[in-house]
C-alpha cells in the first residue's frame, strides 16, 4: 500500500478545482504519482463538488480507491445513493466505548468498508486497564490492546493502529495467533456507550470550529 491521504474541509470551495489542487500537492509532497486510498476528511462544504473531482481522480487511476471520514449514516447514505461512485471506505471513531453497530449495518449494506481511527480511544476512560478487557487479554496470554485489536479484527472493521515504539508495532501485529470467543465478543459489546470520546460531527458548534480550522502546509 502507498498511503491513505486526506482531503480536509479547507481545500473545498470552489470545490473541483481545489480539490485536485490539493491532491496534487500532497502527492507532491510524498513523492509519489498516485495514492491506493484518499479520503474526504470531514463532511462539510461542498461536498458534492469534492466528491465528484475526487471520482475523476479515481477515474484517471490518480487514486486507486476514493472514501471518506466522519460521516454519519444520513450523510454517507445521501452520497452513496447520488453519486456514481460510493465511497470504498468511511473512517470513523470506532473502539470499544463508541461501537458504531449501526453505521457498520449500513456500510455493509451498501458496500462501504468500514474503517476505525481511535481505535484505543487514545487510553480514554481507562482503556488500557479496563478490567474486562484486561480479564480477557490474560485468558489468552495478550495484552488489552491486542485485544481491542482483535475485537476490530472480528468485527470486520479496518484498523490501522497508531505508534512510533517498535515493540508496540510488533505487539500491534500479533494478533492472528488467537480469536475472542462469541461470548467475549458479546460481553465486548457491553462496554459500547453509545456516545463518542471526542467530538460529534453534528453537533452545531463543532462544525463552525471545523469549517473555520485551517491546517497549515
Known amino acids: 500500500m502507498r498511503v491513505v491521504e486526506g482531503l480536509w474541509v479547507q481545500d473545498a470551495p470552489p470545490a473541483q478545482d481545489n480539490t485536485r489542487r490539493a491532491f496534487e500537492t500532497s502527492l507532491t509532497r510524498l513523492g509519489l504519482d498516485r495514492l491506493d486510498l484518499y479520503l474526504m476528511h470531514q463532511p462539510y462544504g461542498d461536498v458534492y463538488g469534492q466528491w465528484r473531482a475526487m471520482e475523476d481522480l479515481h477515474r484517471e487511476g490518480l487514486?486507486?480507491?476514493?472514501?471518506?471520514?466522519?460521516?454519519?449514516?444520513?450523510?454517507?447514505?445521501?452520497?452513496?445513493?447520488?453519486?456514481?461512485?460510493?465511497?470504498?471506505?468511511?473512517?470513523?471513531?470506532?473502539?470499544?466505548?463508541?461501537?458504531?453497530?449501526?453505521?457498520?449495518?449500513?456500510?455493509?449494506?451498501?458496500?462501504?468498508?468500514?474503517?476505525?481511527?481511535?481505535?484505543?480511544?487514545?487510553?480514554?476512560?481507562?482503556?488500557?486497564?479496563?478490567?474486562?478487557?484486561?480479564?480477557?487479554?490474560?485468558?489468552?496470554?495478550?495484552?488489552?490492546?491486542?485485544?481491542?485489536?482483535?475485537?476490530l479484527i472480528q468485527r470486520d472493521v479496518v484498523t490501522i493502529p497508531k505508534s512510533v515504539r517498535p515493540e508496540r508495532m510488533a505487539e500491534n501485529l500479533d494478533v492472528f495467533d488467537f480469536a475472542l470467543t462469541d461470548e467475549q465478543m458479546a460481553s465486548i459489546a457491553g462496554l459500547d456507550t453509545g456516545a463518542s470520546l471526542f467530538f460529534d460531527h453534528r453537533d452545531p458548534e463543532m462544525v463552525a470550529w471545523l469549517s473555520k480550522r485551517r491546517l497549515e502546509g
Open 63 to 151: 487514486a486507486q480507491a476514493i472514501g471518506v471520514a466522519n460521516f454519519y449514516p444520513d450523510r454517507l447514505l445521501d452520497l452513496v445513493l447520488n453519486n456514481e461512485i460510493a465511497p470504498a471506505v468511511n473512517q470513523i471513531e470506532t473502539h470499544p466505548f463508541f461501537q458504531r453497530t449501526a453505521d457498520q449495518a449500513l456500510m455493509r449494506e451498501h458496500g462501504v468498508q468500514h474503517q476505525s481511527w481511535g481505535g484505543f480511544a487514545e487510553g480514554r476512560n481507562d482503556l488500557f486497564t479496563n478490567p474486562l478487557l484486561a480479564e480477557i487479554g490474560a485468558r489468552h496470554g495478550k495484552s488489552v490492546a491486542q485485544v481491542v485489536l482483535r475485537w
